[in-house]
């Protein structure tokens, strides 16, 4: 079965400490991995979409990047306001065009 | 405003007692989709819909049923809740190949 693995689960950084989320899938012919933020009580909320590997996407202070197995979610001096699960999905090939959803890191940044 | 609205938002229930979520989209998007989201678990599909009065099972269809007579409505229904099902539910709903667009949530409980 298809998986979608994030890393790590949980991670506290000081506002300014720049780091990274990790992704990783297993799904062949891989359609397209989103990215998501969510906020607690709400939907998620997009954020990127990657189609190959190579690809960069940028918005304000972060930064996601895709390879054939993985993908990174770069937070460049985050602050406060960057505090939420993000979650990576992936979309498997074929008509049904199914979404599988990772677990999620919950990141929280301290002032 | 483009938008997935629910309703309810909230939810407390006894167990047996038949539910209706609602769920409703303004995007004319073909595909709808409803996950349910628990702790360490993830978002997981229910049912989904590829168009109007086409629907099909998720990864976590038991105890659930839906209908889509309209292309903008895709009602949940629990005709018969267990407190198994007490959770986080969240409708969805995208463009081919395109992210997915979510509501904000109903929580339920059943107890």
């Known amino acids: 079965e298809d998986q979608v693995t994030q890393s790590p689960e949980a991670l506290r950084l000081q506002e300014g400490e720049s780091s990274s989320l990790n992704c990783s899938y297993t799904v062949s012919g891989l359609r397209g991995l989103f990215w998501y933020r969510q906020d607690p009580g709400k939907g998620p909320e997009f954020l990127f979409t990657?189609?190959?590997a190579g690809e960069e996407k940028e918005k304000e202070r972060l930064k996601a990047t895709l390879t054939k197995k993985e993908s990174f979610l770069h937070i460049t001096a985050p602050k406060p306001e960057d505090s939420a699960t993000y979650l990576c999905?992936?979309?498997?090939?074929?008509?049904?065009?199914?979404?599988?959803f990772g677990t999620g890191t919950k990141l929280q940044v301290i002032p | 405003e483009a938008q997935v609205t629910q309703n309810p938002r909230y939810l407390i229930t006894v167990t047996g007692k038949k539910l209706t979520v609602t769920c409703s989209q303004n995007m004319n998007h073909e595909y709808m989709s409803w996950y349910r989201q628990d702790p360490g678990l993830g978002l997981r599909q229910i049912y989904y819909s590829m168009n109007v009065e086409v629907t099909d099972k998720g990864d976590v269809p038991e105890g659930y049923k839906v209908s889509r007579k309209e292309k903008r409505n895709f009602p949940l229904i629990l005709e018969s809740p267990s407190p198994n099902q007490t959770s986080l539910y969240f409708c969805?709903?995208?463009?081919?190949?395109?992210?997915?667009?979510f509501g904000n949530g109903t929580r339920l409980t059943v107890t």
């Open positions: 990657l189609y190959s």
């Open positions: 999905a992936v979309q498997e090939p074929g008509g049904y065009q199914k979404v599988t």
């Open positions: 969805a709903s995208r463009r081919p190949n395109s992210p997915l667009h």
